[in-house]
């Protein structure tokens, strides 16, 4: 991770220990001034389009979201102008936008270390030396030893394939189809793992073309889940802010999202993990909004610590 990237994610944490002491403080709009501060932070990284940059935003992102309604909203009351504003910042974040120029900003930048790659294998006389550094001593593969160039060129052009592919997935948007990208992966997979391996005393000995390919393509394989993990906090976030805003002005919850819309919402949000509206329940006092989670199961809103595997995403107002 850049140095720099470790520095905004801890200034989050920072204004997230001020949004707490402004509410203790009786400061509400502050301390959601503080939560804003924190999603605008995770905007600015809009321009960098890298995966390892996006993956931070998206830390910086939850970092905001969690502050805003657990440890602010859940039991304290905002004016209209304040929820009006970090509402308005919520939405601003384009998720979508944001992962799509990361895949394609990490292909750019795989495509150059391959390029590196290749060019620093002309500068060797024993390209084994250069195995040894990214793979160690304990392996070796015969594929390599006879043609590191084309080896390096046969694992660009299957990671090149792979991205097109999957940025192809991620462009239709959430709910991902899940099966499809299963299918994705296992298929690449499949065509890395072709070849042999014997073991030779204390060192393997393979005839493979992809190792490196495989190493990036399993990186990949639980990041569409945490992408739909940061769309859902943001939906949920937005439609519980939403009916503070409804309650503000019209002096109680509405019954239903419909009635939202589109004076406070735009439409209904969708539950990206099952392309569902979200589900609502008015309460006695206060309300609950919630998405099924990582289970893709509604589980009726009941609250869990770890719903990106298994529970509901629930926002719960006391208020």
């Not at 084994?128 to 990214?134: E, K, M």
């Not at 090149?160 to 899940?178: E, T």
């Not at 992966?185 to 391996?197: L, S």
């Not at 989670?293 to 107002?317: A, H, I, M, P």
């Amino acid at each position: 991770m850049q140095p720099a990237f470790g520095h905004l994610r801890e200034f989050a944490r920072l204004l997230r220990a001020e949004a707490l002491q402004r509410k203790r403080k009786g400061d509400v709009d502050g301390a959601l001034e503080s939560c804003q501060t924190i999603l605008k932070l995770c905007r600015h990284m809009d321009d960098e389009p890298y995966l390892i940059a996006f993956l931070v935003q998206r830390a910086i992102f939850a970092i905001g979201a969690r502050a805003l309604w657990d440890e602010v909203l859940s039991d304290a009351d905002a004016s209209a102008t304040a929820y009006r504003a970090v509402l308005a910042e919520l939405r601003a974040w384009d998720i979508e936008r944001a992962f799509v120029r990361a895949l394609k900003g990490e292909r750019v930048f795989t495509n150059e270390m391959y390029e590196w790659l290749r060019s620093e294998t002309q500068k060797l006389r024993n390209p084994f030396s250069l195995w040894q550094t990214f793979v160690g001593e304990k392996s070796v593969d015969l594929v390599f030893l006879l043609s590191p160039r084309n080896w390096f060129a046969e694992n660009q052009l299957l990671m090149l394939q792979f991205h097109r592919q999957l940025i192809s997935v991620a462009q239709k948007g959430v709910p991902y189809d899940r099966q499809q990208v299963r299918q994705l992966i296992a298929e690449f997979k499949r065509k890395c793992r072709k070849g042999w391996t014997v073991t030779l005393g204390k060192r393997e000995i393979s005839w493979g073309r992809y190792p490196l390919a495989e190493v990036s393509i399993d990186t990949y394989d639980p990041l569409l889940n945490r992408v739909t993990d940061t769309h859902a906090l943001q939906r949920v976030t937005m439609t519980a802010l939403a009916l503070r805003l409804y309650r503000k002005e019209n002096g109680r919850y509405p019954e239903n999202l419909q009635q939202l819309v589109p004076k406070y919402l735009p439409s209904v949000p969708i539950d990206p993990y099952d392309g569902k509206p979200l589900r609502y329940r008015k309460l006695q006092k206060g309300f609950k909004v919630w998405s099924v989670g990582g289970n893709r199961k509604d589980d009726g809103g009941v609250k869990v610590q770890d719903w990106w595997r298994k529970g509901d995403l629930v926002l719960e107002s006391k208020i």
